[in-house]
């Protein structure tokens, strides 16, 4: 089955911010702290796109390996 049938997009975006927020630590300024999927997805939002498409192959490749 396609990833991309499993999933909405919204929904690959969610999981690939959590997998980057559990990877990455919070980067903290002052009292404020930033994710890295906020920063990634703001600063870079080309990046991003390429991001949660790669995130989205990996899946696929998980989901065709079982």
């Keep these: 089955m396609d990833i991309r049938d ?3 997009q919204e929904e690959l975006e969610e999981m690939h911010d959590e997998m ?5 630590a919070p980067f903290r300024i002052g009292d ?5 999927s906020n920063i990634l997805a ?11 498409d790669e ?4 899946l696929q490749e998980q ?4």
């Design 6 to 8: 499993k999933y909405t």
């Design 20 to 24: 980057l927020d559990e990877v990455y």
């Design 32 to 36: 404020v702290d930033f994710y890295a």
């Design 42 to 52: 703001n600063c870079d939002p080309i990046m991003y796109s390429i991001s949660v």
């Design 55 to 58: 995130f989205a192959d990996f």
């Design 63 to 66: 989901e065709d390996e079982e």
